[in-house]
């Protein structure tokens, strides 16, 4: 997300990088300990936010405007290349590359894979509908929900084997509330009530993990994601920089896509635990900062060049037009 002045937005890095680095504890809890409360609570925020930012940051003026092979070879460059990269490491690492293969990654992408193609979908869907974000909205909140129901938000999570992943049905009302959002602009009325039920359905959520309830999770997870999301547009103003979190949060493909794949190279060393965590995310660090000298592969790993991050000035939205998608 750029700003005015040429740069990134301090704070909405800032936010990726918090949400990236959930991500990673969060399927390292999953490895480690798979039911446990760390666990519970990052599945039910982290990425409904992520999806949420997703279409807050997505640019659907420019991309309605945009010819279709080229808004698709744009995003072929800067997101799918290196998820196809991502994708075919890990089917090899693990030997599941099939006749079905390249179906299967595209309805059922395998562990934390899923997100581009859902991604793409949703973007595809609000450029080729056009259809204004409330009515896109509008529909999307029934076929949300209804799926939330259906499949589960927590617990109760299931995957039906002939339909697409789930999350292609469930996070929909979160990507096209973003995109309302944007369009909306700053509302402070609406900021206060955001400000009471986020901390009252993050709770609900919590409490919820001792006490398997399907349609309790649903609504805690709306309660608690939504009004977070609402909140997005308070986020791009904040002006802490914070020197690990804002640059994670620039490359925030790169440390998406490849940490799996570093949990992997440390558990074949023999590093377990905690000690493992914290390996990966060094080596990741690392990683990030030798791939960067090399501009030429760089893309094809998920860096890709941007603009510094900069401090926005205080309580100035950025028009429409400078409203950019970048995990």
């Known amino acids: 997300m750029a700003d005015r002045k040429g740069g990134r937005n301090t704070g909405i890095d800032l936010l990726r990088g918090l949400l990236v680095l959930a991500v990673i504890l969060g399927h390292f809890s999953e490895l480690t300990h798979r039911t446990s409360f760390l666990t519970w609570v990052g599945a039910g925020i982290r990425m409904p936010l992520f ?7 997505f640019n659907l003026q420019r991309a309605r405007s945009t010819p279709l092979p080229r808004l698709l070879f744009k995003y072929y460059d800067r997101l799918i290349l290196p998820w196809l990269v991502a994708t075919t490491v890990y089917l090899a690492i693990t030997g599941s590359i099939g006749i079905m293969t390249p179906l299967s990654i595209l309805v059922r992408p395998p562990f934390h894979l899923w997100f581009v193609p859902v991604m793409m979908a949703f973007i595809l869907i609000a450029t080729l509908s056009r259809r204004p974000p409330l009515t ?39 990507f096209f509330y973003g995109l309302r959002v944007a369009e909306r602009g700053p509302d402070q009325g609406k900021y206060v009530a955001a400000l009471i039920l986020a901390p009252i359905g993050f709770l609900w959520w919590c409490g919820l993990y001792g006490s398997p309830n399907p349609a309790a999770e649903v609504a805690a997870e709306l309660t608690s994601c939504l009004p977070l999301i609402c909140l997005l547009p308070v986020v791009r103003k904040l002006s802490t920089f914070v020197p690990v979190l804002v640059p994670v ?59 510094p991050s900069i401090q926005p000035p205080p309580l100035v939205e950025p028009a429409v037009s400078s409203r950019e998608i970048v995990l």
């Open 136 to 174: 896109m909205l509008a529909t999307a909140i029934p076929v949300s929900i209804t799926a939330m129901y259906l499949f589960g938000a927590g617990h109760s999570a299931t995957q039906l084997g002939w339909l697409p992943d789930r999350r292609f049905f469930i996070y929909s009302i979160y």
């Open 51 to 57: 999806i949420g930012l997703t279409g807050y940051l």
């Open 249 to 307: 949060g620039r490359d925030s493909l790169f440390f998406y896509l490849w940490h799996p794949m570093a949990f992997a190279l440390w558990a074949a060393c023999g590093v377990a635990g905690q000690p493992m965590l914290v390996a990966s995310i060094l080596t990741l660090i690392a990683a990030r900062a030798l791939l960067r000298r090399h501009r030429s592969t760089a893309h094809i790993f998920g860096l890709v060049a941007r603009a």
